[in-house]
């Protein structure tokens, strides 16, 4: 078993195990709207005979956008521009599946300025977005859903929940952000209860051929933030909930440990996550992979499911395919 292996996911194979994590392109028009340069973008990446391609995060309501700039799937009139984005990627035999978000104390705010958070204050513990009601969060997780189902029409074969990066879910996660005193606050059982209903409404609403992927911040890599121990209980929370592919990143800190240059910096988390759920569902470790021999290795000797695989596959959208021909020649 290894990077070229096939995989077979709800009774859909995959061709290997790299994955073109969601990165942002900042090419969405003001609306969130597919541009030809976004078709372009992700054209190349199944042209490159990516495995899996997870889309960059599109916003579930206008409150939670992170820039002008950012795709949306946020009402029924995106669907025919991703539509088409779908049909590219599955043109090309790739996998494919957009991560849905809602950006919480990072995000834009709504027409009012207000900016909508799990509890009141940011990872420094200073004052800053107002906590989400209890009334709110039926709303909030009825964006989230009517996205997803937005994504299955358009034709993706699943979705991703982003609670990663600090993004709003990552926030209601640690106890950084959530200082909240009522059932969404408090214990890892209160801080996960929001994401965990999201997660269940979701999975009953793609169906049961549909992936369902989380991107979970298995560490926030800052003092009193969320620990690998709590992340690894937590992650066999997901899979019990119906959740497909675990993809393990980072948390408040951000997607890339500070001074953190070598390759696979979230092997560990990843490792001790997929421990943690055996066969209940599959890990995708990210990191700053470069060299087509170490990620292989993931699969292989360290155990992961899927690597993402991100930075070089911008550099160079080809990878995967030279990656695949280096490793015959050394086999």
Do not use: C
């Not at 997660?199 to 989380?214: D, F, H, K, N, Q």
């Not at 497909?244 to 890339?256: E, H, T």
């Not at 499911?305 to 015959?328: C, E, M, N, S, T």
């Amino acid at each position: 078993m290894g990077l070229f292996t096939e995989l077979v996911i709800r009774n859909k194979e995959v061709k290997n195990r790299v994955v073109l994590p969601p990165m942002a392109t900042s090419l969405a028009t003001p609306e969130g709207e597919v541009t030809p340069e976004i078709l372009e973008h992700y054209q190349q990446y199944a042209d490159g005979e990516v495995g899996t391609v997870i889309v960059e995060h599109a916003y579930v309501r206008p409150d939670g956008r992170v820039r002008d700039d950012q795709l949306g799937i946020h009402e029924e009139a995106r669907v025919p521009g991703l539509r088409k984005l779908a049909d590219r990627l599955r043109g090309g035999k790739a996998r494919s599946l957009i991560q849905l978000t809602h950006a919480g104390a990072r995000s834009l705010g709504d027409a009012d300025g207000v900016v909508w958070g799990a509890g009141s204050v940011t990872s420094r513990g200073e004052p800053g977005p107002t906590p989400l009601p209890q009334s709110g969060l039926e709303d909030l997780t009825d964006a989230f859903v009517r996205a997803a189902e937005r994504a299955i029409e358009a034709g993706f074969d699943g979705v991703q929940l982003h609670g990663a990066h600090g993004y709003l879910l990552n926030q209601f996660l640690s106890p950084l952000t959530n200082d909240r005193t009522d059932a969404f606050g408090g214990d890892l059982a209160g801080r996960g209860a929001f994401p965990l209903m999201v997660i269940r409404r979701v999975r009953r609403a793609i169906g049961p051929e549909a992936w369902l992927s989380y991107r979970l911040g298995a560490d926030d890599q800052l003092d009193g933030g969320l620990t690998l121990e709590e992340t690894t209980q937590f992650a066999q929370e997901l899979a019990a909930a119906g959740v497909d592919i675990v993809d393990v990143s980072g948390g408040l800190g951000g997607p890339r440990p500070e001074d953190e240059y070598r390759e696979g910096f979230f092997l560990k988390q990843a490792k001790a996550i997929k421990a943690a759920i055996g066969d209940q569902a599959r890990v995708i470790v990210t990191g700053g992979f470069v060299n087509a021999e170490t990620a292989d290795e993931a699969v292989r000797l360290d155990g992961v499911d899927l690597v993402g695989v991100g930075r070089i596959l911008l550099a160079d959208p080809y990878w995967v395919l030279k990656a695949r021909a280096r490793l015959l020649r050394s086999a």
